[in-house]
């Protein structure tokens, strides 16, 4: 089955039932969600889209959202999806490389990207908002719903995810239809997913996690969710009640065991917790287990990735790793600078290899040759090692990168646009262990004589030229960075330096 929405269509033969149920009570069943999906595709093809076209959307999380990345598999283009926080400065760069056929906007946002389209020579900039409103519904509902889904090749693409470099230009991950089925269709049998499960849904669906995790599996197990347009802790207790399963980023779990509401008997019908996309304490596994009686399942992933290992379902999870290789992918370490095999229980480099892993970075052969083996292993950028047992440990990051409440922040993004500032000689940013959203942005800024630069200044500055999530939670004046012997600065002595700035 080459396209991802035929395996999601035979899984889901009874159509009356529930696929999801929003915050405030809208109920959408599969018979919407097939019905609605249609219609779109039809849309898409109205605009001019052919398989194979990006479409490129930075819409709230809606109904619609989901049923628009539908469409877009049923139609054969590619789903192109983009956090809603990026400004429009930073969405220029995806669309000039990724020359989307279509762009769909939010209602509020749709006149500042369509003059972005206009200057970048896009024709077609829609709008979709989450009450089902904006220029592009109103297409839809002139459209039949009934739509000859294009059949597509287990290889061809069905979505491109950026994800920033760590140095230069930020990277499309190409991922294939056949990345996505096979990665969701492991993680349902892996977590038991079944047509009896209601799965809390809080993430974002521009990421992997909330996308493809949370969304595909859902999907092709014919399950239901509950889906909040954002996490809100207090609506997420309101919810748990009437779910069976919800997968977080570190901070849910965090921030839910602030609630005093949060007890054994909350969440007496769940079977399944998931967490990912950043490292869980040890410390949150252990006091959610205490108060909840539920050992969380971690597991890791990545963009490039999809799942690559979890924790078990019935075995030990142990806290602090991150499981076992799920079926179908291999994992080893290697040595970062040979890339030489090391011997079990050494550190190094975690490479992956399976039907999860993307097909490239979209229009870059060199970037791409250079994170492969040559046998066919792609080089994480993550350090790890795999215990006597099996179990797979993350200890490190061979890449420079802060991950902040699950998105991943580029320090070298943020020190460019630091270091343009007037008045500023250099900057180093730097993830601090931070309570709520376990690594805090931090900046480092030396001041050029005469300068007299404040934090606030620094972040006004930033304001509006890059997205809220990846502003310094806090900016530190220093006369000169710490550099070794090559003049590399040593942001290891920083992060020693500032480790208490959120404690
Ligand atoms: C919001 N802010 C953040 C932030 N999210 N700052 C740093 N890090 C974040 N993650 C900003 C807001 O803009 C706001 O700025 C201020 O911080 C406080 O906001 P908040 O109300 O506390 O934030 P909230 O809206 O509650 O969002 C926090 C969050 C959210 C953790 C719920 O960030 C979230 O849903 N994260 C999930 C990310 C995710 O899905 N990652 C998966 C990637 S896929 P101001 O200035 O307005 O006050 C992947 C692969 C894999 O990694 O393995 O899964
Ligand atoms: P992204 O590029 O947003 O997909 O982020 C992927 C990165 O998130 C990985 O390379 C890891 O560094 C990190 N990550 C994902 N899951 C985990 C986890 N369970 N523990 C530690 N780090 C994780």
Redesign the pocket.
Same mark, same amino acid.
């Given at each position: 089955m080459g396209n991802l929405f035929a395996a999601i269509r035979a899984a889901n033969q009874d159509v009356s039932r529930t696929f999801l149920v929003t915050g405030s009570g809208r109920h959408v069943n599969y018979a919407d969600l097939f019905r609605d999906s249609g219609r779109m595709a039809n849309a898409l093809v109205i605009l001019g889209v052919k398989p194979g076209d990006r479409v490129a959307v930075q819409i709230d999380k809606s109904p619609e959202a989901l049923t628009l990345y539908l469409a877009c598999l049923r139609s054969g283009a590619v789903y192109l999806p983009l956090n809603t926080?990026y400004t429009a400065r930073e969405i220029e760069y995806f669309l000039r490389d990724a020359e989307p056929r279509v762009v769909i906007a939010s209602p509020h946002r749709h006149v500042e990207i369509d003059d972005l389209c206009i200057s970048l020579g896009i024709e077609i900039c829609e709008s979709l908002g989450v009450e089902g409103d904006g220029t592009f519904c109103e297409i839809v509902d002139l459209c039949d719903p009934a739509f000859a889904d294009v059949e597509r090749q287990p290889d061809d693409l069905a979505a491109i995810l950026y994800t920033s470099g760590t140095t230069g230009r930020s990277k499309g991950a190409m991922l294939t239809h056949h990345n996505l089925f096979s990665n969701a269709e492991t993680l349902q049998s892996y977590w038991r997913f079944t047509k009896d499960d209601v799965l809390l849904h809080?993430?974002?669906i521009f990421? $992997?996690?909330?996308l493809f995790?949370a969304s595909n599996v859902t999907l092709l197990a014919g399950a239901s969710m509950i889906f909040l347009s954002?996490? @809100?802790g207090d609506e997420v207790i309101r919810h748990l009640p009437r779910t069976t399963s919800m997968m977080?980023?570190p $901070?849910?779990y965090v921030?839910l065991l602030q609630s005093p509401a949060l007890t054994k008997d909350l969440v007496r019908h769940i079977r399944l917790f998931v967490s990912?996309?950043?490292p869980l304490l040890a410390d949150t596994h252990r006091e959610w287990e205490a108060r909840t009686g539920h050992r969380i399942l971690e597991?890791?992933?990545? $963009?490039e990735t999809n799942?690559n290992t979890s924790n078990p379902y019935d075995g030990e999870r142990v806290a602090g790793t991150v499981g076992f290789p799920l079926p179908g992918v291999s994992v080893r370490i290697t040595d970062p600078e040979s890339g030489k095999h090391l011997a079990q229980g050494e550190i190094g480099m975690i490479e992956v290899k399976g039907p999860n892993v993307f097909r490239g970075y979209w229009r870059m052969p060199e970037k791409t040759a250079a994170e492969f083996r040559a046998d066919g292993f792609f080089i994480t950028g993550d350090l790890g090692k795999i215990d006597d047992r099996g179990y797979v440990h993350i200890v490190g990051r061979g890449k420079d990168l802060i991950?902040?409440?699950?998105?991943?922040?580029y320090p070298k993004e943020v020190e460019t646009e630091i270091d343009a500032m007037l008045g500023v000689v250099e900057s180093a940013v730097i993830g601090v262990d931070h309570p @709520?959203?376990g690594e805090?942005?931090t900046a480092v800024v030396v001041a050029q004589k005469g300068h007299s630069l404040t934090e606030a200044g620094v972040l006004k500055a930033l304001d509006g030229r890059l997205?809220?999530?990846?502003?310094p939670?806090r900016v530190f004046f220093v006369d000169d960075l710490p550099r070794n012997t090559m003049g590399k600065v040593q942001k290891n002595l920083l992060r020693d330096q500032y480790a208490d700035s959120f404690q």
């Open positions: 926080g809080a993430l974002p990421h $992997t996690h909330g995790v954002k996490f @809100d977080g980023v $901070t849910f921030r990912g996309s950043a597991r890791y992933g990545m $963009t799942m991950i902040s409440g699950g998105y991943n922040v @709520d959203f805090g942005v997205a809220k999530f990846k502003l939670k």
